[in-house]
């Protein structure tokens, strides 16, 4: 009797060894297959180029990502920056090229991990720039002239945002405290309220600064950081902000916008964009991939060609600074009511 109870018992050891190895080699099998490569990712950005080039603009880099990984790598255009994070929040894309505020908005929503930070003329953040036709009331001092080393263009620059004769590096925040000369019925050139350096960070320095942005000044709404320019170049306001340094843009326009148009202020810095990959994707596939564009802009002459025609960049870093965007999100808050 004692032996078939023993030869029962070990019976169910044995059933339950069995249960526990087939247990173990499933787990083991679940987690291989979560870690296992798609046969193909979606790539989603916003390029810079427009209508018959975009295919012929993303190829080289998809056909890079491709053999680089192995797998298929798809190029998408999305309609704006916002259908980006859209796109990963369903699954329609893995990884999404896309600006900051986006970038903020798919880590936040769609619990994203952010592997890169744009990188332009050696930068991965800027100034909003406050510019004027009226240095008298705005300038401490007699304003100063300092190059603009991406464009090799003297312009002017008052309120320390510059030294006289040095390299013009834009960096914020500079000659801030001048906001606070914005006096009641002052025309302000302020672009669209999504905007970083046409609106949102200006508003938020003109707000820090003691003026009520909604009565205080006369709003003049202008489209573009290169209209925002024109608008005190030809007089249609005394201030306007936009992106460092966006004079650049009409020198054909008004070769004489060094002289008639200055620079008196600097906000704090807004960070570029970057590059974001959906949770799902495995972890060593998203170490390569990000290896890959880091070095894409260094891999040949095209590869820098295209960066610059396709997105406005020199490169992509892994140093990606995550705080700055932290940072824009707070921007970001001030104005979603």
Known sequence: MRSSVLAVGALTVAALGLAGCSATDSAASSA??????PDS?????????????????????????????GIEVEGVVASDYAATVEALGADQAQVVITDAGSLYNAIEQYDAELVLRDVRF?????????YTNNPDKYCDAEPVMATYAASDIELSYCNGTEAAGADA???????????????????????????????????????DAGIDTDTDIEQV????????????????????????????TVTAEAP???????????????????????????????????????????????????????????GWTTETAEDEIARYGEILGEFSN
């Open 221 to 248: 709404p202008v489209e573009g950081n290169n209209n925002a320019v024109l608008a005190v170049a030809n007089g249609d306001a005394e201030v306007s902000f936009g992106y460092w340094d966006a004079r650049t």
């Open 122 to 130: 050696g930068a991965t953040s800027y100034a909003a720039v406050a």
């Open 41 to 69: 990712i979606t790539l989603s950005l916003v390029p810079s180029v427009e209508g018959e080039d975009l295919a012929e603009a993303l190829d080289p880099l998809t056909t890079y990502l491709s053999d680089g990984l």
């Open 169 to 207: 590096m834009g960096a914020g925040p500079a000659g801030i405290d001048a906001l606070e000369k914005i006096d009641e019925g002052t025309r302000v050139a302020l672009q669209a309220a999504t905007s970083p350096a046409g609106y949102q960070y200006p508003v938020v320095a003109m707000r």
């Open 256 to 314: 004489d916008v060094a002289e008639k148009v200055t620079a008196f202020a600097y906000t704090e810095m807004i960070p570029n964009g970057g590059v974001a990959v959906a949770p799902s994707l495995p972890a060593d596939l998203v170490e390569q991939l990000t290896e890959l564009m880091a070095e894409y802009a260094d891999s040949s002459e095209e590869a820098e060609a295209v960066m610059f025609d396709l997105v406005g960049l020199s």
């Open 32 to 37: 291989d297959e979560a870690q296992a490569w």
